[in-house]
Every structure is written in C-alpha cells, then in structure tokens.
C-alpha cells in the first residue's frame, strides 16, 4: 500500500492512513524513513507517533477543534 502517498491514503481513510504511518515507524525506526516512503513530511510522522505513543488507538482519530474556536472567541 505504500505505493499511495499518504494525502491519498488520508482521503480514503484517515485513520488508517495514520495507523499506517506509525506502523511503518516502528519497522524501520526512522522518521526521516518512513516520511520518505510515504512522502509526507517528518513533522507528521511525528505527530502521529508521539500521539499513538502516548493515547494508542484513540491517539489516531480526530479531534474536535470546538475548543480553539471557543478559547478563541473569548
């Protein structure tokens, strides 16, 4: 599947699009490697594993930007 870059991927399903990511960072160990297998940037890779590392599964899903908007408003 890697043969799709990761937007692509993202457009179908984001969810497994990061699973995928975190995935391919723990076979190589390498952010720089898996941003370039998946043409993203290094930036994201870490955010998904730094996010998988610390909330698992629920780390991959979205979250509600309610509370910016609402901060922001204030």
Do not use: F, K, N
């Not at 490697?33 to 994201?44: I, K, L, M, Y």
Request: glycine share 2%; proline share 1%.
């Amino acid at each position: 599947m890697a043969d799709l870059a990761y937007h692509e991927l993202y457009q179908i399903d984001p969810v497994a699009a990061r699973r995928l990511l975190v995935e391919t960072y723990q076979e190589t160990s390498s952010v720089r490697a898996t941003a370039h297998r998946w043409h993203t940037s290094r930036q994201v890779v870490r955010l998904w594993v730094r996010r998988y590392a610390a909330e698992g599964e629920e780390g991959l899903r979205d979250r509600s930007s309610v509370s910016a908007l609402h901060h922001a408003q204030v």
